[in-house]
């Protein structure tokens, strides 16, 4: 794995990390770009800046983004910030309705494998979480 550390705009640093997928998994030329951190460090802006330049979707990797009651603190990215990239997993579910670790598991897999991956072969899961 290729770790690159970059500067942010609020003087931290962003660390992106570059994950080849399995070939067992059939996208052998696929790039999986994870970024992670704090909230308010600055994933969001710089996950859009690389989402604009390689085509990519974002899929939020956040355990409270999820869940459309929680816009506000979950730090979700703005309507303006959404309409400039196709973003999953964000406000796409009801507090009320069960959701996990292994649920986002399964269904990132799914939607990378079948319908993300075929189309463009670099995507990127952002996220604070560590648990997703």
Same mark, same amino acid.
């Given at each position: 794995? =290729?770790?690159?550390? &970059?500067?942010?705009?609020? #003087? !931290? ?14 996208? $052998? ?6 970024? !992670? ?11 859009? *800046?690389?989402?604009?330049?390689? #085509? ?8 409270? $983004? ?6 506000? !603190? ?11 990239? *196709? ?5 796409? *579910? ?5 959701? =996990? ?11 990378? @494998? =079948?319908?993300?991956?075929? @189309? =463009? ?5 952002? #996220?604070?979480? !560590?648990? &997703?």
């Amino acid at each position: 794995m =290729n770790v690159q550390r &970059y500067s942010d705009d609020f #003087g !931290g640093y962003l660390y992106l990390a570059g994950l080849k997928i399995p070939d067992y998994m059939s996208f $052998q030329q696929a790039l999986l770009i994870v970024i !992670g951190g704090p909230t308010g460090v600055g994933k969001t802006a710089f996950a859009l *800046r690389l989402a604009q330049q390689t #085509g990519a979707s974002i899929l939020s990797a956040d355990s409270r $983004q999820v869940f459309k009651e929680m816009p506000i !603190g979950s730090a979700a990215p703005s309507a303006e910030e959404l309409a400039q990239v *196709r973003h999953y997993f964000i406000g796409d *579910r009801s507090i009320s309705e069960p959701f =996990n670790a292994g649920i986002f598991a399964d269904e990132a897999r799914q939607l990378l @494998k =079948n319908s993300l991956f075929p @189309k =463009n072969p670099v995507q990127i899961v952002c #996220g604070g979480s !560590g648990l &997703y």
